[in-house]
């Protein structure tokens, strides 16, 4: 519901604060704004003078090289016309030269190709070219003359003094022509001195620029080279933030200065292959602002723009040089830098805004609570029925008396809603049935002060018929009493009546109702219990959600029932009736579930005899080690604790671990002997026998009638007879599951296979499709009669696996069984070479299947969240510590305790049990030296194995389930791992001291 206003002090708080915001937020902006155009303004002027600065400073470079180029041409070395004459003026160029800063070389160029260079060279460790030069050397004139049939070249070093050191001859630099190039071109036609465009230098690889000049007698070109390196200094002058961004560009957007490794990156990377060029603008924050300028014609002036997500105050502007010469500058400097000082001021006027409003909401804070003390304490108080806290009464007291008559209503409410809340919850957590009809009951009867009670329930079978379930007189349940089932159809009218309004039912003591229905349903042996009076009886109909009746409560009271405790029975009966059908639905689902298990279990053993009561043991042995494991205090197994849902895990794990064996044929379960199918064949290979020694004595008759000796030819039928009778019996015993397939046996059984008998009748008829398609594939029927083995491995006998992607699925699973490539294979050698037990590979893979199929089995039921851990302790008994099990290969580390529980528990009974047809059980003995055995090999868990045998698990499943001939005597200790040994003798001699 929505308020239908604000307080007070919310709204003095509220006023002073918007106040406060309003006029603090107006000052801060007009401050910050005018604190930016000021900045803003000083910048641009800054740039301005400075960029005077740098342009005077620039033109100084270019009249010192143009001053020196004037001199050199108005001197006689420019009249001379062989090298003969240039010579004696070497001192002179040197002399000019040397008065010269920031000028990187002078040099003439004649006419007939002779050249000319003076260069001033820094000291040897920061040389970047001459590294041959002597040490000392700070001037060098390279010479490229040209002669008639030879062109020379020569270094030539001087020192400070200008004093000739050394000469060194160079061939190659007399190839040089400085005819070719373009400054010369472009000075001798014109007459006054040209500035080329800015270049790297081939010999150091500085950005410059040449100024040259045709001297007036036309027969040499006298030029210089300015180095612009300096130019980098001047533009730091404009570097006023740490990320500003400087470039000074030439007429084609090439750098030749910038604040930034731009120039010194792109000359450090130039090769003696790559070509020699300036570097080009690379930096987007400022092509942008060149291309910004361009776009807007806005140049002299900051301008903001948005780049490299930021924003920046950008400039260009245009740098006027002798000879027509103009170079761009380009300025980026970020925003935020350059308003840093503002925005801190703006920070700090937010602060003092913030503290400022702080000490006035307290202020106004303390004023507001003054004025709203009194109702505010009891919204406060209020406030706690909304956040469920029921404990503290209201025991404010005001001048008001409304507000003492609101605080006693409360009080009131408090009380009855912890009573609701109590009961509700009440109601929902008890889980047992039978407890929480005589919780509901007890709880009623406490809050309606009632003296009695009874709870009624709907027969499950009979509609129309209420059965007695708990009697309680003063908190205590009476048994002994002699209440009988009421019939609805024989109770008054009245309490008919309200039964189909869904009304409460009262009965008066002076009623002849109420005489008749307490005779009628045996509450007179209630009532005499009672040591008060009873006044009233009091029926609450209790309704499902279908408004169906599903049983009643019944009050005896002393005194009349209040308006209050009637409200509250009738709020309560509703969810008491909710949760009285939600638990009988539970209690019926639980019901349902445990039949469902007991049911497939029953299947599962019903299935074969051998196995009838393997289904059934499994889940005692489990249960007897798990309550093993919960009692222990020391190991591993210390903290495990055997809960309720934990016991209930077992209970459904231990009863469905097998139930994947219900899609396992029944002979191969049952599987005695190695010939075994659905019936043993071992009585084919008789007949056969039979048939072999009636072919044989017929041979011998025929002999006998062509003359020869009778008495030789019995004594021969005689043996003949006796080596296939003896020979049958080998068959025979090799049928056995128990007989020790060696090489003599094996050698024997190959020999006996070969023997031959003879079939007259045709085999492929009055078959089963199936069967004859399996016949067919060995080949074309042969014509009778025909001989055939004794014992046979035919195309026949196999099965071939039909299943589809069956080795991918479960692979995907986690599976990782090896799947045999068939699914039967009946051969009759095959079968009787079986080295172990009776089973063959594939009957071995068919039988462990079962797992597989229990975990697919599983997956698809929906178990509720405690019993999520179902599959995996039903599903992992075949597995081993090592990992080597099946069906996954599971470790130790991978499996929980209650799955080790069960794989214990299966073997066990597997070793004990008497009714497998393919082995004698073993006694008590024998089986926990077979289970030590699988412990040492760490097929089984150690720990748990101790527990077993330690706690008697063995003993007392076996006083129960196994014959006394089994239960032989044990000493515990044997068969206990080391560390078992250890607990067990401390834990005798604890208790025998």
Same mark, same amino acid.
């Given at each position: 519901?929505?308020?239908?206003?604000?307080?007070?002090?919310?709204?003095?708080?509220?006023?002073?604060?918007?106040?406060?915001?309003?006029?603090?937020?107006?000052?801060?902006?007009?401050?910050?704004? +005018?604190?930016?155009?000021?900045?803003?303004?000083?910048?641009?002027?800054?740039?301005?003078?400075?960029?005077?600065?740098?342009?005077?400073?620039?033109?100084?470079?270019?009249?010192?090289?143009?001053?020196?180029?004037?001199?050199?041409?108005?001197?006689?070395?420019?009249?001379?016309?062989?090298?003969?004459?240039?010579?004696?003026?070497?001192?002179?160029?040197?002399?000019?030269?040397?008065?010269?800063?920031?000028?990187?070389?002078?040099?003439?160029?004649?006419?007939?190709?002779?050249?000319?260079?003076?260069?001033?060279?820094?000291?040897?460790?920061?040389?970047?070219?001459?590294?041959?030069?002597?040490?000392? /050397?700070?001037?060098?004139?390279?010479?490229?003359?040209?002669?008639?049939?030879?062109?020379?070249?020569?270094?030539? $070093?001087?020192?400070?003094?200008?004093?000739?050191?050394?000469?060194?001859?160079?061939?190659?630099?007399?190839?040089?022509?400085?005819?070719?190039?373009h400054w010369y071109q472009m000075a001798m036609a014109k007459h006054q001195a040209i500035t080329a465009d800015p270049y790297v230098f081939f010999t150091t690889k500085e950005i410059g620029t040449t100024i040259a000049q045709r001297s007036p007698s036309s027969r040499a070109v006298i030029a210089t080279d300015i180095s612009l390196t300096k130019l980098t200094e001047f533009l730091t002058d404009f570097k006023t933030t740490e990320n500003t961004k400087v470039a000074l560009l030439t007429r084609g957007s090439g750098v030749i200065a910038s604040v930034d490794n731009t120039i010194n990156g792109h000359l450090t990377k130039l090769t003696p292959n790559t070509p020699i060029r300036?570097?080009?603008?690379?930096?987007?924050?400022?092509?942008?602002?060149?291309?910004?300028?361009?776009?807007?014609?806005?140049?002299?002036?900051?301008?903001?723009?948005?780049?490299?997500?930021?924003?920046?105050?950008?400039?260009?502007?245009?740098?006027?040089?002798?000879?027509?010469?103009?170079?761009?500058?380009?300025?980026?400097?970020?925003?935020?830098?350059?308003?840093?000082?503002?925005?801190?001021?703006?920070?700090?006027?937010?602060?003092?805004?913030?503290?400022?409003?702080?000490?006035?909401?307290?202020?106004?804070?303390?004023?507001?609570?003054?004025?709203?003390?009194?109702?505010?304490?009891?919204?406060?108080?209020?406030?706690?029925?909304?956040?469920?806290?029921?404990?503290?009464?209201?025991?404010?007291?005001?001048?008001?008396?409304?507000?003492?008559?609101?605080?006693?209503?409360?009080?009131?409410?408090?009380?009855?809603?912890?009573?609701?809340?109590?009961?509700?919850?009440?109601?929902?957590?008890?889980?047992?049935?039978?407890?929480?009809?005589?919780?509901?009951?007890?709880?009623?009867?406490?809050?309606?002060?009632?003296?009695?009670?009874?709870?009624?329930?709907?027969?499950?079978?009979?509609?129309?018929?209420?059965?007695? +379930?708990?009697?309680?007189?003063?908190?205590?349940?009476?048994?002994?009493?002699?209440?009988?089932?009421?019939?609805?159809?024989?109770?008054?009218?009245?309490?008919?009546?309200?039964?189909?309004?869904?009304?409460?039912?009262?009965?008066?003591?002076?009623?002849?109702?109420?005489?008749?229905? /307490?005779?009628?349903?045996?509450?007179?042996?209630?009532?005499?219990?009672?040591?008060?009076?009873?006044?009233?009886?009091?029926?609450?109909?209790?309704?499902?959600?279908?408004?169906?009746?599903?049983?009643?409560?019944?009050?005896?009271?002393?005194?009349?029932?209040?308006?209050?405790?009637?409200?509250?029975?009738?709020?309560?009966?509703?969810?008491?009736?909710?949760?009285?059908?939600?638990?009988?639905?539970?209690?019926?689902?639980?019901?349902?579930?445990?039949?469902?298990?007991?049911?497939?279990?029953?299947?599962?053993?019903?299935?074969?005899?051998?196995?009838?009561?393997?289904?059934?043991?499994?889940?005692?042995?489990?249960?007897?080690?798990?309550?093993?494991?919960?009692?222990?205090?020391?190991?591993?197994?210390?903290?495990?604790?055997?809960?309720?849902?934990?016991?209930?895990?077992?209970?459904?794990?231990?009863?469905?671990?097998?139930?994947?064996?219900?899609?396992?044929?029944?002979?191969?379960?049952?599987?005695?002997?190695?010939?075994?199918?659905? $019936?043993?064949?071992?009585?084919?290979?008789?007949?056969?026998?039979?048939?072999?020694?009636?072919? /044989?004595?017929?041979?011998?008759?025929?002999?006998?009638?062509?003359?020869?000796?009778?008495?030789?030819?019995?004594?021969?039928?005689?043996?003949?007879?006796?080596?296939?009778?003896?020979?049958?019996?080998?068959?025979?015993?090799?049928?056995?599951?128990?007989?020790?397939?060696?090489?003599?046996?094996?050698?024997?059984?190959?020999?006996?296979?070969?023997?031959?008998?003879?079939?007259?009748?045709?085999?492929?008829?009055?078959?089963?499709?199936?069967?004859?398609?399996?016949?067919?594939?060995?080949?074309?029927?042969?014509?009778?009669?025909?001989?055939?083995?004794?014992?046979?491995?035919?195309?026949?006998?196999?099965?071939?696996?039909?299943?589809?992607?069956?080795?991918?699925? $479960?692979?995907?699973?986690?599976?990782?069984?090896?799947?045999?490539?068939?699914?039967?294979?009946?051969?009759?050698?095959?079968?009787?070479?079986?080295?172990?037990?009776?089973?063959?590979?594939?009957?071995?893979?068919?039988?462990?299947?079962?797992?597989?199929?229990?975990?697919?089995?599983?997956?698809k039921l929906n178990f509720p969240k405690h019993l999520k851990n179902v599959p995996e302790i039903a599903c992992g008994h075949h597995e081993k510590m090592d990992g080597s099990g099946y069906p996954k290969g599971l470790t130790s580390e991978q499996m929980s305790p209650l799955a080790k529980m069960m794989a214990i528990a299966d073997i066990f009974e597997a070793l004990t049990s008497d009714d497998r047809p393919y082995k004698k059980p073993n006694t008590l003995s024998q089986s926990l030296e077979i289970m030590s055995r699988m412990r040492d090999q760490k097929h089984i868990d150690s720990e748990l194995f101790d527990l077993f045998v330690e706690n008697g698990v063995y003993k007392?499943?076996?006083?129960?389930?196994?014959?006394?001939?089994?239960?032989?005597?044990?000493?515990?200790?044997?068969?206990?791992?080391?560390?078992?040994?250890?607990?067990?003798?401390?834990?005798?001699?604890?208790?025998?001291?």
């Amino acid at each position: 519901m929505p308020l239908l206003g604000y307080s007070y002090r919310f709204y003095i708080s509220l006023a002073f604060t918007l106040l406060i915001i309003l006029v603090g937020a107006t000052f801060s902006s007009i401050f910050y704004y +005018q604190t930016k155009d000021i900045i803003t303004d000083l910048t641009s002027k800054a740039f301005g003078f400075t960029v005077e600065e740098t342009a005077l400073k620039t033109s100084a470079l270019f009249e010192n090289a143009e001053s020196l180029v004037s001199v050199i041409a108005s001197h006689e070395i420019t009249n001379t016309s062989n090298a003969a004459e240039r010579k004696p003026h070497f001192n002179f160029l040197l002399s000019s030269f040397s008065k010269t800063k920031n000028i990187a070389s002078a040099y003439i160029a004649f006419n007939d190709g002779d050249f000319y260079l003076v260069r001033r060279l820094p000291s040897k460790n920061k040389r970047s070219s001459f590294f041959s030069a002597p040490e000392d /050397t700070r001037y060098v004139i390279q010479v490229s003359e040209k002669n008639l049939d030879t062109n020379t070249g020569e270094y030539r $070093y001087y020192d400070e003094s200008l004093a000739l050191i050394s000469v060194q001859p160079d061939i190659t630099y007399g190839q040089f022509d400085p005819r070719t190039r373009h400054w010369y071109q472009m000075a001798m036609a014109k007459h006054q001195a040209i500035t080329a465009d800015p270049y790297v230098f081939f010999t150091t690889k500085e950005i410059g620029t040449t100024i040259a000049q045709r001297s007036p007698s036309s027969r040499a070109v006298i030029a210089t080279d300015i180095s612009l390196t300096k130019l980098t200094e001047f533009l730091t002058d404009f570097k006023t933030t740490e990320n500003t961004k400087v470039a000074l560009l030439t007429r084609g957007s090439g750098v030749i200065a910038s604040v930034d490794n731009t120039i010194n990156g792109h000359l450090t990377k130039l090769t003696p292959n790559t070509p020699i060029r300036l570097p080009l603008l690379e930096d987007k924050a400022l092509k942008d602002v060149l291309m910004n300028s361009q776009l807007n014609q806005q140049k002299n002036n900051l301008v903001e723009i948005h780049s490299e997500n930021q924003n920046w105050l950008s400039m260009v502007r245009s740098i006027e040089l002798p000879n027509n010469i103009q170079y761009t500058l380009v300025i980026a400097i970020p925003t935020s830098e350059l308003l840093s000082e503002a925005t801190i001021m703006l920070i700090k006027s937010a602060v003092w805004l913030a503290t400022l409003l702080i000490v006035f909401l307290l202020l106004t804070n303390k004023l507001a609570s003054r004025m709203t003390k009194s109702i505010y304490y009891l919204v406060k108080q209020t406030n706690q029925i909304r956040d469920f806290n029921f404990k503290r009464k209201f025991d404010f007291r005001s001048n008001v008396k409304e507000v003492n008559m609101l605080g006693s209503a409360m009080n009131q409410m408090n009380a009855t809603i912890t009573e609701f809340i109590e009961m509700n919850k009440l109601l929902a957590e008890e889980e047992d049935f039978s407890k929480l009809q005589s919780v509901l009951l007890d709880k009623t009867i406490n809050i309606c002060e009632a003296k009695a009670g009874v709870l009624y329930l709907i027969d499950e079978d009979e509609s129309n018929l209420l059965l007695p +379930q708990v009697t309680m007189i003063n908190n205590k349940q009476f048994k002994q009493h002699i209440l009988v089932p009421l019939r609805i159809s024989e109770l008054p009218d009245m309490i008919q009546d309200g039964i189909i309004e869904q009304n409460l039912i009262k009965l008066d003591f002076k009623d002849k109702d109420y005489i008749a229905f /307490t005779h009628h349903s045996g509450l007179e042996s209630v009532i005499s219990q009672v040591e008060d009076k009873i006044q009233n009886l009091i029926l609450v109909p209790l309704f499902n959600r279908q408004n169906s009746l599903i049983g009643c409560l019944t009050l005896l009271m002393d005194t009349e029932l209040n308006t209050h405790h009637k409200a509250f029975i009738q709020a309560i009966s509703s969810n008491a009736a909710l949760s009285i059908e939600t638990r009988q639905l539970i209690q019926s689902q639980d019901e349902l579930f445990e039949s469902f298990i007991m049911l497939l279990a029953s299947a599962i053993d019903g299935k074969s005899s051998y196995t009838a009561e393997h289904c059934k043991r499994v889940p005692e042995i489990m249960k007897l080690l798990a309550q093993a494991a919960h009692t222990t205090e020391t190991g591993p197994y210390a903290e495990f604790e055997l809960t309720k849902n934990c016991k209930q895990a077992i209970h459904v794990a231990a009863w469905l671990h097998d139930c994947g064996k219900i899609t396992t044929p029944e002979y191969v379960i049952d599987k005695a002997t190695k010939l075994e199918t659905i $019936y043993d064949r071992i009585h084919e290979v008789r007949m056969r026998f039979e048939l072999i020694k009636k072919e /044989t004595e017929l041979a011998f008759s025929k002999r006998e009638l062509n003359g020869e000796d009778p008495v030789r030819l019995a004594t021969e039928l005689k043996k003949e007879l006796k080596i296939l009778d003896e020979e049958f019996l080998l068959v025979a015993a090799c049928n056995q599951g128990d007989l020790v397939m060696d090489d003599w046996t094996t050698n024997q059984l190959n020999n006996i296979a070969k023997r031959k008998w003879t079939r007259t009748l045709n085999d492929r008829v009055g078959l089963s499709h199936l069967e004859l398609a399996r016949k067919l594939r060995s080949g074309t029927t042969p014509n009778l009669p025909v001989q055939e083995f004794l014992l046979a491995d035919k195309e026949e006998h196999k099965i071939i696996r039909d299943e589809v992607n069956i080795k991918d699925n $479960y692979h995907s699973l986690g599976f990782k069984m090896k799947q045999p490539e068939l699914l039967y294979n009946r051969g009759e050698l095959y079968s009787l070479m079986v080295k172990r037990g009776t089973l063959n590979e594939e009957e071995r893979y068919k039988i462990n299947e079962h797992i597989i199929q229990s975990s697919l089995m599983m997956d698809k039921l929906n178990f509720p969240k405690h019993l999520k851990n179902v599959p995996e302790i039903a599903c992992g008994h075949h597995e081993k510590m090592d990992g080597s099990g099946y069906p996954k290969g599971l470790t130790s580390e991978q499996m929980s305790p209650l799955a080790k529980m069960m794989a214990i528990a299966d073997i066990f009974e597997a070793l004990t049990s008497d009714d497998r047809p393919y082995k004698k059980p073993n006694t008590l003995s024998q089986s926990l030296e077979i289970m030590s055995r699988m412990r040492d090999q760490k097929h089984i868990d150690s720990e748990l194995f101790d527990l077993f045998v330690e706690n008697g698990v063995y003993k007392e499943y076996a006083v129960k389930h196994l014959d006394e001939k089994q239960i032989d005597s044990i000493q515990p200790e044997k068969f206990l791992s080391e560390n078992g040994k250890i607990h067990y003798f401390n834990t005798t001699s604890r208790f025998t001291s």
